[in-house]
């Protein structure tokens, strides 16, 4: 959890949405990659093998009978969040841009027969008790087949109902439904990242420090393995204990951990998960002379840091951290991307949908690609699992999704069993000090 002493209601809204759209802006990028599907369903584009046989009936698989499959939708109600605390955030229209996608994909047919039934809950996601209370409907009041980028995927996993694009916090019980990202866990992507960086010649001479939170503590023992299969001198290891709540007992922390990788003679500091957001906060508090070159492991927890924050660049012109996606403007510009876009217009042509092309502040394309993304993330699954559709089968299908072609991605996708994601390409992230935000690379690091 990141600790702000200055304005922890942004920070913590900001983190919730990001939640729901598998990242807030940052987010939209994340999990863009799936939006081809929702167009292409019957195409080659999905190529794993359909698994046949008879259709499943509401009786074996809640929230799918022989002519529907019940699709749970949680979005992120940001109207309440507005009236709430003034902060003026439009994503776009939710509601309209899953209705439109959805009605689309039923005019051609549905998904192997089944019209799509969406089930829209609007979830505050400045608190838990809208999320708690939206996973009790979508799981025991009008049970669904499946949730798309719930708030609370753990609640909706453990009812059995599989996720499409959610961030897990903690675990789930053993034999739970199962969460699909195009986004790797930190535990997978870290060392991907770090090999790539170090390609990059981002640590080469250097002597290094980890810098972790007390959250992040088995998440720094990854970082340290990474680095030293990477061949890394990694000369101190700290962790700030102080508790969450605790702003002022952290910042007192990070400037003796900082003291003490100064005396150490690191010269570049790695700052694990949600470190990547409170390093340059308590440099910054603390006004510390110790300012070496840094990699941030979180590019969407740095992010948010400086989401609604007045930043020092002092401490941040020196930071490099990398996304598993380009930026949103260059995914945008994919030709599928588009005409997921198109739909959602001819449906509602008086719905503003922004472009995140050379434009810093309006965000009205957020909830059009990510609405793209989770029906095309489902419909790729759903599609794959073939006729007899049950949650054993969609799993199945899932882990299945092999060598898959789709738009904005710069290779081919591959989940595998166990594995709920892909391992793609790694895009490198900087300051920009014009804009107080974190670029990402429109091309994958090599």
């Known amino acids: 959890m990141r600790r702000n002493s200055r304005r922890p209601l942004p920070t913590h809204l900001i983190r919730g949405v990001h939640a729901v759209v598998h990242k807030s802006v940052h987010n939209a990028r994340n999990i863009i990659k799936s939006v081809g599907s929702l167009f292409v369903v019957g195409s080659t584009v999905l190529l794993a093998t359909a698994i046949d046989g008879p259709m499943a009936s509401a009786a074996t698989t809640p929230g799918v009978t022989k002519s529907t499959i019940s699709v749970g939708i949680p ?3 940001l109207a309440a969040v507005d ?3 003034g902060l003026h955030i ?7 841009a899953y209705n439109a996608l959805i009605s689309s994909i039923n005019a051609q047919g549905g998904i192997n027969g089944r019209k799509i039934v969406p089930v829209l809950v609007a979830v505050n996601p400045t608190g838990t008790t809208a999320a708690a209370t939206a996973c009790t409907k979508l799981t025991e009041d009008t049970p669904v087949f499946v949730a798309l980028s719930p708030l609370s995927p753990n609640c909706y996993l453990e009812h059995g109902i599989p996720t499409i694009n959610s961030t897990l916090t903690g675990s789930v019980t053993p034999g739970s439904a199962q969460n699909f990202s195009l986004t790797p866990p930190s535990s997978a992507y870290d060392p991907t990242q770090l090999a790539v960086l170090a390609k990059q ?3 080469k001479g250097k002597k290094v420090a980890i810098f972790a939170n007390g959250t992040d503590a088995q ?3 990854i970082v340290a393995a990474a680095l030293a299969k990477d061949h890394v001198k ?5 962790i700030d204990s102080a508790p969450a709540s605790d702003s002022a007992a952290s910042a007192q922390q990070q400037q003796t951990i900082a003291l003490k990788f100064k005396s150490e003679g690191a010269n570049e500091v790695v700052a694990v998960g949600s470190a990547s957001g409170s390093w340059p906060t308590y440099e910054q508090q603390n006004q510390s002379t110790y300012n070496p070159p840094w990699v941030a492991t979180s590019e969407t927890d740095l992010q948010g840091e400086l989401t609604g924050n007045k930043a020092d660049p002092t401490y941040l012109k020196n930071v490099i951290a990398t996304s598993p996606t380009p930026s949103e403007a260059a995914v945008w510009q994919e030709p599928l991307v588009q005409q997921c876009v198109k739909t959602i217009k001819k449906a509602y042509p008086s719905d503003s949908i922004a472009s995140p092309v050379n434009q810093d502040t309006v965000t009205t394309y957020t909830a059009p690609i990510n609405t793209c993304i989770q029906v095309g993330m489902f419909a790729a699954i759903a599609k794959a699992a073939g006729k007899s559709l049950t949650t054993s089968s969609f ?8 060598n898959v072609a789709l738009p904005g991605v710069s290779s081919k996708v591959s989940f595998a069993q166990g594995r709920p994601y892909p391992l793609g390409p790694v895009y490198l992230a900087h300051y920009n000090s014009s804009t107080g935000q974190i670029d990402i690379a429109a091309k994958a690091a090599s």
Do not use: C, I, M, R
């Open 234 to 238: 990694v000369v101190e290891t700290a």
């Open 90 to 96: 439009d994503q776009g229209n939710y509601p309209n």
């Open 219 to 221: 998440e720094a023992k």
């Open 83 to 85: 009236s709430q605390f």
């Open 75 to 77: 979005y992120v109600d």
């Open 201 to 203: 010649g981002v640590f």
């Open 395 to 402: 799993t199945k299908a899932g882990y299945g999704l092999q």
